[in-house]
Nanobody, 129 residues
Framework: DVQLQASGGGLVQAGGSLRLSCAAS????????FGWFRQAPGKGREGVSC????????YTADSVKGRFTVSVDNAKNTVHLQMNALIPEDTAVYYC??????????????????????WGKGTLVTVSS
């Protein structure tokens, strides 16, 4: 079975950093794209970042550009989301997901949640002001 396990959320002050991790089992991360989404209270799910495999390209939402970076640890079959300069508006439940194909599904500058085949359980990030 394919499983994605997200971890690393927590409470942090504005300006601080957190690193989220998504451990994959049942398939190899380097062969697939991986995305991160978030959902704030009372809001819809927002695509944050995505990394394709070597031919798949990357995506970063304007709201986190310059602050969030996605990376892949092939040896540990894990994808990370490094979040720096956090602001209260980053408070949300963060989810990792994969479309199980090489490229990041982006349409009109939006990362498409409906194109993801596998989802991890969310991890809560709370940024205090």
């Amino acid at each position: 079975d394919v499983q994605l396990q997200a971890s690393g959320g927590g409470l942090v002050q504005a300006g601080g950093s957190l690193r989220l991790s998504c451990a994959a089992s049942g398939f190899t991360v380097r062969r697939s794209a991986f995305g991160w989404f978030r959902q704030a209270p009372g809001k819809g799910r927002e695509g944050v970042s995505c990394m394709g495999n070597s031919d798949g390209g990357t995506y970063t939402a304007d709201s986190v550009k310059g602050r969030f970076t996605v990376s892949v640890d092939n040896a540990k079959n894990t994808v990370h989301l490094q979040m720096n300069a956090l602001i209260p508006e980053d408070t949300a439940v963060y989810y990792c997901a994969s479309p199980a194909v090489a490229g990041c599904p982006v349409v009109h500058d939006d990362l498409i949640a409906a194109a993801m085949d596998y989802w991890g359980k969310g991890t809560l990030v709370t940024v205090s002001s």
